[in-house]
DNA sequence: GCCAATTTGCC
DNA sequence: GCAAATTGG
């Protein structure tokens, strides 16, 4: 019989697909037992928040790495499928583990499974210990002056900055003392995360590497190439100039706190601005969470009541025009299609089709926030819920709803050359670019030459822009005081 | 009387 | 953030 010592402790990896800084594997490996590295494919219904195909995708991969990673230091990844608390009982059953350690996660749904699972245990006396590292600050930690959880960014972003630098990242241990007697693994192929035929995902290797490696060199190649002239650059979406960290960030496979501390001592070759300008939307990820966790309802319902009256218009025709990115708005449907192509869409154009969806569709922003989740591979419940009740008006410290884009004047603006317009909608590629925002107003001749039959080979607008921008401020006139 | 630049209302 | 109203040269 094994002394107590040498049992075995459980290390259940959930969305912190890494081995750096990561204070749960850091913790198992201190404590000098052998380890079991455990992945739950939990059922969907049980609270886990559904993940979507994109993500399925992506998942699928990242588990590889991580079994790779962890085959080069004599171990394995175990696979099995199940409520969270059954697999743990049963691998504890099988391998004599006494000891659970995890990364704790943030959503309400997670967190309410992992409470449950931390009082089972610790009934049949497992231990159970939980870290942080998902986020730079635990939820509860940074409060405003009165006790109460910051629900406007400025302020939350102060106290943030005085909170001080986190705490230094760890590094990955050196060596791991894996345990050599597994449990019975299922086989990752037969869990069918990857796409049956026709295999939309094809292009989505061509922008990313899934796992802690591809995280690490998106990291070296953003800081290197693209962190001088963030601040401004960030905001052209044909341009590579944004970090493309968020699906790494959305599995765990590389720490906040580990790109925090990258953008440090930085000084001599990056502009402080910059850098300041990328921390801030890590810090926005940061309050996104932050609110979830105090408002769980974030997820699900409009933060402010108000627009439970808001009365929509929800035609199934136009949500499908967007999905599809055939709108007739180019800037739009590029960005639709890049989501669709890629499994992700730069961030200034994520404002402007959720603007045009909400408000010039009059589309609940829950329809938007279902499709974005199922084809995002960086979809996020705190980061997509939030932007999404930011962008229709109706979330904590919200861009105001009268803010609507316009979508010709954005793409004019964001998009000049219309270089990304072209990369995802080829049937205006050889449209000139005073019109590729507007392909209605071009004269018939610059059709033709560019080879456009309007309604045909590219939708004419589904909405005329200036009407539904007075019809969506009419409606919401409709639900303010005193309307 | 024109047009570009600036201000204001939207709330 | 947009677009209408206002200003000023």
Request: net charge neutral; no cysteine.
């Amino acid at each position: 019989m094994a002394s107590n010592a040498e049992k075995p402790v459980i290390l259940w990896f959930r969305k912190d697909l890494r081995l750096d800084d990561n204070q749960a594997l850091n913790a198992a490996h201190v404590s000098a037992r052998p380890i079991i590295a455990l992945y739950i494919n939990e059922p969907r219904a049980a609270g886990t928040g559904p993940l979507g195909a994109a993500q399925a995708w992506w998942l699928h991969h990242s588990l590889d790495a991580l079994g790779k990673s962890l085959r080069s230091r004599q171990g394995r990844l175990v696979l099995v499928s199940g409520e969270a608390l059954d697999v743990l009982r049963a691998v504890i059953r099988e391998s004599g583990a006494d000891a659970v350690f995890w990364n704790r996660r943030y959503d309400p749904s997670g967190l309410s499974i992992d409470v449950r699972i931390e009082h089972e245990l610790e009934k049949q006396e497992i231990q159970t210990r939980s870290f942080g590292g998902e986020l730079l600050h635990e939820p509860s930690r940074l409060m405003s002056g009165k006790g109460a959880p910051y629900r406007v960014y400025a302020p939350f972003w102060r106290a943030l900055e005085r909170a001080g630098e986190p705490g230094p990242p760890l590094d990955a241990p050196a060596s791991l003392r894996l345990e050599s007697r597994l449990p019975t693994s299922e086989r990752l192929e037969s869990w069918k995360l990857l796409p049956a035929k026709p295999d939309w995902a094809k292009e989505f290797a061509d922008v990313w590497m899934p796992g802690e490696q591809g995280a690490q060199v998106r990291l070296g190649t953003f800081i290197e190439d693209a962190l001088n002239g963030y601040k401004e650059n960030r905001d052209y979406p044909a341009k590579p100039a944004t970090s493309m960290l968020s699906p790494h960030l959305a599995f765990g496979e590389i720490s906040p706190a580990r790109i925090w501390d990258a953008t440090r001592g930085l000084a001599e070759r990056v502009p402080r601005a910059d850098i300041v300008h990328f921390r801030k939307e890590i810090a926005w990820r940061e309050f996104s969470y932050h609110l979830l966790f105090h408002f769980p309802k974030l997820a699900s319902e409009n933060w402010n009541g108000r627009f439970d009256g808001f009365e929509w218009h929800n035609s199934g025709e136009d949500f499908e025009a967007w999905r599809r990115g055939k709108t007739g708005y180019p800037i739009v449907d590029a960005g639709m299609r890049q989501l669709w192509r890629h499994g992700w869409m730069h961030n200034r154009v994520r404002m402007i089709v959720a603007s045009f969806l909400v408000k010039d569709l009059m589309i609940d922003w829950r329809s938007g926030e279902a499709w974005f989740r199922d084809t995002l591979v960086d979809a996020d419940p705190a980061n997509n819920a939030a932007g999404w009740q930011w962008v229709a008006g109706s979330g904590a410290d919200a861009s105001p709803f009268f803010r609507i884009f316009n979508p010709v004047l954005q793409g004019e603006t964001f998009d000049p050359e219309g270089d990304y317009v072209r990369t995802y909608v080829p049937e205006l590629r050889a449209l000139e670019a005073k019109y590729i925002h507007r392909p209605f107003e071009a004269p018939k001749r610059v059709l033709e030459e560019a080879g456009i039959v309007l309604g045909e080979t590219y939708p004419k607008p589904i909405v005329d822009h200036a009407g539904a921008r007075n019809r969506a401020l009419a409606a919401y006139k409709a639900i303010s005081n005193g309307g």
